[in-house]
């Protein structure tokens, strides 16, 4: 039976990656995938990991039918064995209904990847259709982990380093970026709670009042 599986994870767990082996095994296979996308950091039409790889896709923008655009690669002849679709948290949930009807009605496993939650810990509209409707759901075996070395659960936003919890949903950004701009950071729940990102929990151990009192 066709799927549509939903793999998600924090930011930087290897989504894309998997997305990018999957895409290689079946294609080795003689399968033909059509691959789409939003909003990659590496940019338009591309699904890019942080390892190195990258391929082409099809850009997914607001209000593009992902349905009606596989039924006309089909009736003009195209091949799809199966659907990959990265960064599907961006996507519109009427999107991701589209996304079952490829699985029902077409008959192709759709892969989707997506984190589920954003820097305030809530599901991204696209996530939560995902979670909705996906046949399975994954979670990645390889986990990222937090600074004080627990699995990551959450993703955070830094703006000029600092964690923030107020902003626009969708801002494209990376992980390890420069402290000035806008980036992110994977953290447990507990030090997302406490907003206690890996440069703050540096300052904090390096304060006077924590500093060991060495007599005079
Ligand atoms: N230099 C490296 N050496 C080995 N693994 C790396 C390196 N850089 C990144 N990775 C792996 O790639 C993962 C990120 O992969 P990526 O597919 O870009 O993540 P996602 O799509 O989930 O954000 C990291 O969690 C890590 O496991
Ligand atoms: C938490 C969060 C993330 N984003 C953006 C940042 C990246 O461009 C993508 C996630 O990509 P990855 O391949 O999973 O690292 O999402 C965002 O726009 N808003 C957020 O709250």
Redesign the pocket.
């Known amino acids: 039976m066709p799927e549509l599986v939903f793999f998600s994870g924090t930011?930087?767990c290897g989504?894309?990656t998997l997305a990018l082996q999957i895409a290689h095994n079946r294609d080795a296979r003689g399968l033909q995938g059509v691959i789409f996308t939003r909003?990659d950091?590496a940019g338009t039409g591309k699904l890019s990991s942080r390892l190195g790889l990258v391929t082409e896709a099809v850009e997914a923008p607001e209000g593009m039918d992902v349905y009606a655009y596989l039924v006309d690669q089909l009736s003009q002849g195209g091949k799809a064995d199966y659907v990959i679709v990265d960064?599907a948290q961006f996507l519109a949930p009427a999107q991701i209904d589209q996304l079952a009807r490829i699985v029902d009605d077409l008959g192709l496993d759709v892969y989707a990847f997506g984190?589920t939650t954003?820097?305030r810990t809530k599901l991204f509209p696209g996530s939560q259709r995902l979670i909705e409707l996906a046949d399975r759901i994954e979670q990645l075996q390889v986990e990222a982990l937090c600074w004080c070395g627990a699995r990551a659960t959450h993703?955070a936003?830094t703006v000029g380093g600092h964690m923030v919890v107020e902003g626009e949903?969708?801002?494209?950004?990376d992980v390890n970026t420069a402290a000035e701009v806008v980036g992110?950071e994977v953290l447990c729940r507990r030090h997302h709670r406490r907003r206690m990102t890996s440069a703050s929990s540096r300052a904090a151990s390096l304060s006077p009042d924590v500093l060991p009192v060495t007599p005079a």
């Open positions: 930011m930087d989504k894309s909003d950091r960064e984190i954003d820097f993703n936003r949903q969708v801002v494209v950004g992110y």
